[in-house]
């Protein structure tokens, strides 16, 4: 009884360790994970440094030889922020990623309307004015991990919708009502007026 016992702790050791390694690759790089909106603001402090950026992969994978472009967002434009606030929130921003096109591969849907794309972490060098992009903002990546996979947007109308769809139809016949009554009157009118011209 005692060594089972004593198993029970090694193994919740083992168990611990094993999810911490597996938390994340920056971690076991020692690297910092940075937005865009840090990059914007203390470009200087990142600038040639080694960074962690996570986002969505938007837009189209562009190939250019054993490399490839893609363009990762870190935003909330999200339908997310548009269900919990009724509005959406902050920009649309983000960050060019050049990477060896193998990375890009890794890449099973990109966000664009009526999905979201993988959602990805890359490791690489930051650059302010990238000397070889013509002065670009951009990540030269080492490594790309998708961290979860896009899926496609149903875009059913949510329950609260409803009543706002049925309220709006029973004012839209309240409001015909009316009119409705008016046209009913001047055909009365009309017909009484032919009587008494002798046409009817």
């Not at 919740?12 to 909106?37: P, Q, R, T």
């Not at 840090?38 to 190939?63: H, Q």
């Not at 269900?83 to 060896?100: A, D, F, Q, V, Y």
């Not at 839209?172 to 046409?199: C, D, H, N, T, V």
Request: glycine fraction near 12%.
């Amino acid at each position: 009884m005692k060594r089972k016992t004593c198993l029970y702790p090694l193994l919740a050791a083992c168990l611990f360790f094993c999810l911490f390694l597996d938390c994340s690759s920056a971690l076991a790089d020692g690297l910092e994970v940075v937005g865009s909106g840090t990059l914007l603001r203390e470009w200087e402090k990142y600038d040639g440094r080694e960074v962690v950026f996570r986002g969505e992969a938007v837009g189209d994978v562009m190939v250019r030889g054993g490399y490839a472009w893609v363009a990762v967002n870190d935003d909330h434009y999200s339908l997310n922020a548009l269900h919990e606030t009724g509005e959406l929130r902050g920009g649309n921003s983000g960050i060019g990623i050049w990477l060896p096109a193998s990375e890009a591969e890794k890449i099973t849907r990109l966000g664009r309307h009526g999905s979201v794309g993988d959602y990805v972490e890359v490791v690489g060098v930051f650059h302010a004015d990238c000397r070889e992009h013509g002065g670009d903002f951009d990540i030269h990546a080492r490594s790309l991990t998708v961290l979860e996979p896009g899926r496609e947007l149903h875009q059913a109308p949510g329950a609260g919708k409803w009543p706002a769809a049925l309220a709006s139809l029973a004012f839209l016949g309240i409001s015909l009502i009316p009119l409705l009554k008016r046209r009913a009157q001047e055909k009365r009118s009309a017909r009484s007026l032919l009587r008494r011209s002798g046409w009817d």
